[in-house]
């Protein structure tokens, strides 16, 4: 019988599940594979679930989507919308919602794996459908790898997979070379010396220290990449002091920096400590400040003549006006570890997801910024159709890319 891709797109979206949480979701997947005749593997990096078509001798394509949803609270008023709580990493109860429309990459993927099953007859090689966990964290992909994901299943020679975009549905866009941004936390803890709110002669003030740092660190794109390169550095927190008479101990700056390139990327990260330390210094800090860089993602890349592939694909099975290129895009995505480990290329592209109308009234108003909901907003409400419909050829027009007539 024919898998219901509707019913199984809003049952995920009623019920989404936090990163290295999605039990519920994995156990339905790993039995609708089981159901199209797939081998199916579970539990790898915890909650992965990877199923694998095989059908004699050809190319291995691995087709990848990511399973996890956000601590986000849902208000989209869509029939299905989530009413869901789950536990965050810290122990917190937090509302839940595919606020990144994860529930898309998983049913599309699925209908792909119906679809190929089906098709069977028309090519040969293996298909394998990886379903992985924790994307938002950004270690899924690694935690895969590392449970001996390759050891487990047919290397891929090509890995190619999708993300529901605020594009209007019906469209696909890909973006040769550097496609999504590598993303770097880094963490500053800047210790001065704590003291009364009415003598700061007796203190050393980490609230300036760090007011200061912040200002110096926009220096950094404006000052030291070049115009032709691209880097964001952003202040996201910054937490100092219980009281307003208190002059506090230290002062902690939370910072993200999303680039393109791995000397970029190094050489702010190495601005971002210097001026930390620099700042520190200046404000006669008895210590220099701690420094912790975290969440690495790796940028993305894609494959320049392995997209070229895709895009042929595409413009043959869409029409060339329904394929764009989006350009770079500063999100950040762990899938392109998946083919890094397997020291194969990789295609990601970007799937429209909603409704055509609201960019025809947004643009008519100069309001796109502000009245098209993007990922990660608690009113991303990707159009059911035809994204799903568009999502599942996409992926079955690029894997027989590879997998031949
Ligand atoms: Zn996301
Ligand atoms: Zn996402």
Known sequence: ????????????HRHPEVSYQEHRTASILADALRGLG??????????????????????VVLLRADMDALPVAEETGLEYASTEHGTDPDGHDVPVMHACGHDVHVTCLL????????????????????????EELGSGANEMIADGLYDRIPKPDIVLGQHVAPAPAGVVGVHAGPAFAATDDVMITLHGKGGHGSRPESTIDPVVMAAATVMRLQGIVS????????????????????????IPP??????????????????VVSAIGRIANAEAAASGALQAPDIELSDSFPVLHNDEAATERVLGAFRSAFGPE???DPGRVTGSEDVGALATAAGVPIVYWLLGGLD??????????GTTDADIPSNHSPFFAPLIHPTLEVGVQALVVAAREWLGA
């Not at 000052?223 to 208190?246: C, D, P, S, Y």
């Not at 002062?251 to 970029?264: C, K, P």
């Not at 055509?356 to 108003?365: D, S």
Request: hydrophobic fraction near 45%; glycine fraction near 12%.
């Open 38 to 59: 797939l081998d199916v593997t579970e539990g790898i990096g915890r909650t992965g679930v990877v199923g694998v078509l095989t059908n004699g001798d050809g190319p």
């Open 111 to 134: 209908g792909a794996a119906e679809a190929l099953a089906e098709l069977r007859s028309e090519w040969s090689g293996t298909v394998v459908a990886l379903f992985q966990p924790a």
């Open 1 to 12: 019988m024919a898998l219901d891709l509707e019913a199984i797109y809003t049952d995920l």
């Open 250 to 267: 230290d002062a902690t700056l939370g910072i993200n920096i999303r680039t393109y390139d791995t000397e970029v990327r190094d050489r």
């Open 223 to 246: 000052r030291e990449v070049a115009g032709g390169e691209t880097a964001v550095v952003t202040v996201g927190t910054m937490h100092a002091g219980t009281k307003v008479n208190i």
């Open 356 to 365: 055509p109308q609201l960019f025809t009234k947004a643009l008519a108003n």
């Open 322 to 324: 329904r394929v764009i």
